[in-house]
């Protein structure tokens, strides 16, 4: 039999005297003993050394640090799915949950170097300039929170449910104290001990909660997160913990949401976007034995095809569970009896309001068919609308026209995400500009995406998952934006050499210095921050104007037609291309030997502000900005590049990146 023990301040701690015994779900075995109490001043003390050791850390270290736990789990996350049919999954539901969690981890590292500064602080936003002539300015930063991430999962994820939440935090520099659902708690012991086995995080930077954690939350303050996903009554008794309100700490919930799946008015039967709609509603239905947060939930028709789809999804959902081990199980069980009784009350609620398409002959144990309802009128419907049996189990409500489809589906009061299946863009727009306000996410589908599309009930890691209202208010994943959770976004104002020293990059204003050779000549590692080229100046002719024209093929007036230009509001006559302009800066500042710089990659936020006429002479300031680690062998590096005239006003700015050698 399992024992899944805590993990607290470096020590395992087996289940205490008040353990419970948990079930599987779909043979009624005893298969754990889980439970037991901990005490959280231990939690915290041993999270305080984890958190500084992480915050000495900078940015993409902690990426990187993330990056190689994700390979780490990946190569033994069969360990994972051995344990995965206890919980009621077939292998298919594991997927989701397993490498849907590691995946995640993937994503978010990825996010963390690639949109996230090789450096100490987040740079929110650009330099704001506070004074006439640049001397004060400021720059929004975002630093890690200084106290610990309680994350309170449910039992239908016990593995991404961790993940999603973990990868985040580690980025950040926050330190997490995991407190899995009991019911399944054995697959998280098992993912926390292969983290611990891994060796990659700094000690104390996860533990683990398998019971109660005692008055934990009165601990905590204003540096620390809660993040929970689960019911809503939970939700609410944990964020109105007066210490949690008293101290303003962080709490981010995703919990109980009512998610619609609208067919579009242009949908008709046998179309592509129907038949889409019938496989995305049935697997919704089935997958996890509908126990996902983002399952379909109310399947929102046209009046006129309601039965029509109610025939043809029964016919899909005519399936019987069994016990997922058995590889030709196509649906599983839900996690518990308990379960199962708590999602047959709510269908005895909605007898009131619906009737009955289709429901499965009685089971055993947690084993539930899929049953799928319609109701006659949602619009005096009520508890539909506002209660979630988390099963197998969704309502077809019919409506008359899209405005109707809409107001349905807002009914739901918040929810993680609503999806539409049309081809028809005027519908897609009034949908989208419809709910939005009341959902996390609008999910598309038609034709043309069909075959890529990750489907309704798929959270991504690129974009928001929460939702507003009864779905929580929370946005526990979107890239970036996930990490910033855990970290305190502050307002930083000084000079522009002091706010440089701050951000770890240099701002207009700030020191230039003067390397000891052409900065092209010195490698990454060589070239500091503030390091300034001045070029010489080249005159712009009449004849390079017309010789670039012709030889691009650009010949807009503006360059050829000195009539036109002048009549042009912009110009005061023939002017130089803006092409020819950066073509002639790179020929000032490139340094044409080979040497530390491998190649240009790009250029970021062109901007031209004054026109150059013949006659007129250029000149470049290239200013090294910031530095990023890339690989083993070469980073890159991030030029600020400003074109100016012979009278020293400013012609062309943009950001060059060029990547270069770490070794000369």
């Given at each position: 039999?399992?024992?899944?023990?805590?993990?607290?301040?470096?020590?395992?701690?087996?289940?205490?005297?008040?353990?419970?015994?948990?079930?599987?779900?779909?043979?009624?075995?005893?298969?754990?003993?889980?439970?037991?109490?901990?005490?959280?001043?231990?939690?915290?003390?041993?999270?305080?050394?984890?958190?500084?050791?992480l915050r000495a850390m900078n940015i993409h270290d902690r990426a990187r640090m993330v990056k190689a736990l994700?390979?780490?789990?990946d190569g033994r996350k069969e360990e994972l799915y051995a344990l995965n049919s206890l919980t009621g999954a077939?292998?298919?539901?594991?997927?989701?949950?397993?490498?849907?969690?590691?995946?995640?981890?993937?994503?978010?590292?990825?996010?963390?170097?690639?949109?996230?500064?090789?450096?100490?602080?987040?740079?929110?936003?650009?330099?704001?300039?506070?004074?006439?002539?640049?001397?004060?300015?400021?720059?929004?930063?975002?630093?890690?929170?200084?106290?610990?991430?309680?994350?309170?999962?449910?039992?239908?994820?016990?593995?991404?449910?961790?993940?999603?939440?973990?990868?985040?935090?580690?980025?950040?520099?926050?330190?997490?104290?995991?407190?899995?659902?009991?019911?399944?708690?054995?697959?998280?012991?098992?993912?926390?001990?292969?983290?611990?086995?891994?060796?990659?995080?700094?000690?104390?930077?996860?533990?683990?909660?398998?019971?109660?954690?005692?008055?934990?939350?009165?601990?905590?303050?204003?540096?620390?997160?809660?993040?929970?996903?689960?019911?809503?009554?939970?939700?609410?008794?944990?964020?109105?913990?007066?210490?949690?309100?008293?101290?303003?700490?962080?709490?981010?919930?995703?919990?109980?949401?009512?998610?619609?799946?609208?067919?579009?008015?242009?949908?008709?039967?046998?179309?592509?976007?129907?038949?889409?709609?019938?496989?995305?509603?049935?697997?919704?239905?089935?997958?996890?034995?509908?126990?996902?947060?983002?399952?379909?939930?109310?399947?929102?028709?046209?009046?006129?095809?309601?039965?029509?789809?109610?025939?043809?999804?029964?016919?899909?959902?005519?399936?019987?569970?069994?016990?997922?081990?058995?590889?030709?199980?196509?649906?599983?069980?839900?996690?518990?009896?308990?379960?199962?009784?708590?999602?047959?009350?709510?269908?005895?609620?909605?007898?009131?309001?619906?009737?009955?398409?289709?429901?499965?002959?009685?089971?055993?144990?947690?084993?539930?068919?899929?049953?799928?309802?319609?109701?006659?009128?949602?619009?005096?419907?009520?508890?539909?609308?506002?209660?979630?049996?988390?099963?197998?189990?969704?309502?077809?409500?019919?409506?008359?026209?899209?405005?109707?489809?809409?107001?349905?589906?807002?009914?739901?009061?918040?929810?993680?995400?609503?999806?539409?299946?049309?081809?028809?863009?005027?519908?897609?727009?009034?949908?989208?500009?419809?709910?939005?306000?009341?959902?996390?996410?609008?999910?598309?589908?038609?034709?043309?995406?069909?075959?890529?599309?990750?489907?309704?009930?798929?959270?991504?890691?690129?974009?928001?998952?929460?939702?507003?209202?009864?779905?929580?208010?929370?946005?526990?994943?979107?890239?970036?934006?996930?990490?910033?959770?855990?970290?305190?976004?502050?307002?930083?104002?000084?000079?522009?050499?002091?706010?440089?020293?701050?951000?770890?990059?240099?701002?207009?204003?700030?020191?230039?210095?003067?390397?000891?050779?052409?900065?092209?000549?010195?490698?990454?590692?060589?070239?500091?921050?503030?390091?300034?080229?001045?070029?010489?100046?080249?005159?712009?002719?009449?004849?390079?104007?017309?010789?670039?024209?012709?030889?691009?093929?650009?010949?807009?007036?503006?360059?050829?037609?000195?009539?036109?230009?002048?009549?042009?509001?912009?110009?005061?006559?023939?002017?130089?291309?803006?092409?020819?302009?950066?073509?002639?800066?790179?020929?000032?500042?490139?340094?044409?030997?080979?040497?530390?710089?491998?190649?240009?990659?790009?250029?970021?936020?062109?901007?031209?502000?004054?026109?150059?006429?013949?006659?007129?002479?250029?000149?470049?300031?290239?200013?090294?900005?910031?530095?990023?680690?890339?690989?083993?062998?070469?980073?890159?590096?991030?030029?600020?590049?400003?074109?100016?005239?012979?009278?020293?006003?400013?012609?062309?700015?943009?950001t060059l990146l060029t990547m270069v050698a770490y070794d000369g």
């Amino acid at each position: 039999m399992l024992e899944p023990a805590s993990f607290v301040g470096g020590e395992w701690i087996a289940p205490g005297p008040e353990a419970v015994t948990l079930l599987n779900p779909a043979t009624g075995a005893a298969i754990a003993r889980a439970g037991g109490s901990v005490d959280p001043e231990v939690l915290l003390s041993h999270a305080s050394g984890a958190g500084a050791a992480l915050r000495a850390m900078n940015i993409h270290d902690r990426a990187r640090m993330v990056k190689a736990l994700a390979t780490y789990l990946d190569g033994r996350k069969e360990e994972l799915y051995a344990l995965n049919s206890l919980t009621g999954a077939t292998r298919k539901d594991g997927w989701i949950d397993i490498d849907g969690g590691i995946g995640t981890m993937f994503v978010i590292a990825s996010k963390g170097r690639r949109e996230m500064p090789d450096g100490d602080v987040y740079l929110d936003g650009i330099v704001e300039q506070l004074s006439r002539n640049g001397t004060f300015v400021g720059q929004h930063i975002a630093v890690p929170l200084q106290g610990v991430a309680v994350q309170i999962n449910a039992f239908n994820f016990p593995i991404w449910g961790m993940l999603e939440k973990l990868a985040p935090a580690l980025i950040a520099g926050v330190p997490s104290i995991v407190k899995p659902a009991t019911q399944t708690s054995y697959l998280t012991e098992a993912c926390v001990r292969i983290i611990i086995d891994s060796g990659l995080l700094p000690d104390g930077a996860v533990q683990l909660v398998v019971g109660r954690f005692g008055d934990l939350l009165d601990r905590l303050g204003p540096q620390d997160v809660v993040s929970f996903t689960g019911s809503a009554d939970t939700a609410f008794k944990l964020r109105s913990t007066p210490s949690l309100l008293r101290q303003g700490t962080r709490f981010i919930a995703e919990q109980d949401s009512l998610n619609a799946a609208i067919l579009g008015a242009d949908a008709e039967a046998g179309s592509p976007e129907w038949d889409i709609f019938l496989k995305e509603a049935a697997r919704e239905i089935t997958t996890k034995a509908g126990q996902k947060c983002t399952a379909m939930r109310r399947l929102i028709v046209p009046a006129d095809r309601a039965d029509a789809l109610a025939e043809a999804l029964a016919a899909k959902l005519s399936i019987t569970p069994g016990d997922p081990s058995d590889e030709v199980t196509r649906m599983g069980a839900l996690v518990s009896a308990e379960q199962k009784t708590d999602v047959l009350a709510k269908l005895d609620a909605f007898s009131a309001e619906t009737k009955i398409v289709l429901t499965g002959a009685d089971t055993d144990h947690a084993l539930m068919a899929p049953t799928l309802l319609t109701c006659p009128d949602p619009d005096a419907a009520t508890i539909i609308h506002e209660q979630e049996a988390f099963g197998p189990v969704a309502t077809i409500l019919p409506y008359r026209d899209t405005g109707h489809a809409i107001a349905l589906a807002n009914r739901g009061g918040g929810s993680l995400v609503t999806s539409l299946f049309t081809h028809d863009p005027a519908i897609a727009r009034q949908v989208v500009h419809g709910t939005a306000a009341w959902h996390g996410r609008v999910y598309m589908n038609d034709r043309d995406s069909a075959a890529e599309a990750t489907g309704h009930g798929s959270p991504l890691p690129h974009m928001t998952h929460g939702g507003p209202g009864r779905a929580g208010g929370g946005e526990e994943l979107g890239g970036v934006r996930g990490i910033l959770h855990y970290m305190q976004r502050t307002a930083v104002q000084g000079s522009p050499r002091l706010l440089s020293a701050v951000s770890g990059q240099w701002i207009k204003g700030a020191p230039e210095t003067k390397g000891p050779k052409h900065p092209f000549r010195r490698t990454f590692h060589q070239i500091a921050i503030g390091e300034t080229l001045h070029t010489d100046t080249r005159e712009i002719t009449l004849e390079d104007i017309e010789h670039f024209a012709h030889f691009t093929g650009d010949t807009f007036y503006a360059h050829m037609d000195e009539a036109a230009a002048q009549a042009n509001p912009f110009f005061p006559g023939r002017v130089a291309h803006g092409y020819l302009l950066l073509s002639f800066a790179a020929g000032l500042f490139v340094q044409p030997d080979p040497g530390p710089v491998l190649a240009n990659t790009g250029l970021e936020g062109l901007s031209f502000q004054s026109p150059v006429s013949p006659g007129d002479a250029l000149k470049v300031r290239l200013t090294a900005k910031r530095k990023t680690r890339r690989t083993d062998t070469y980073g890159e590096v991030a030029w600020d590049v400003t074109l100016t005239n012979q009278d020293d006003a400013q012609v062309a700015t943009y950001t060059l990146l060029t990547m270069v050698a770490y070794d000369g």
